[in-house]
């Protein structure tokens, strides 16, 4: 089974907050997703629907696959490195920010019939 693979890597959000999001669509038709990303008010649900665009584009683009049949056949946020600060406070001490990064990536295939 050939699959369609779109990845968004160091987005500026929180893995564990795009998981939650990320689960709503593991496993369903494309349509069904897109719904669902559109009516989820995260600020994850927007990275997550750009990502799976982009891989319904490679499939239909790519592997010339029947947009209708697409499946959403992986979906995983992986953690991409922390992004560091400094935050200057009393007596010349500083305190470390550390912002989280995540990786998107969202795997499309046609179900079988």
Known sequence: MREAVARARFVRMSP???RLVIDEIRGKPVAEARRILALSPQK????IR???DSAVANAQHNFEMDVDKLRVVRAVVDEGP???RLNPRAFGRADVIRRATAHVTVAVAEKEE
């Open 16 to 18: 564990l907050k795009a």
């Open 44 to 47: 994850a649900a927007r990275v």
């Open 82 to 84: 922390r992004i560091k």
């Open 50 to 52: 750009k990502v799976l």
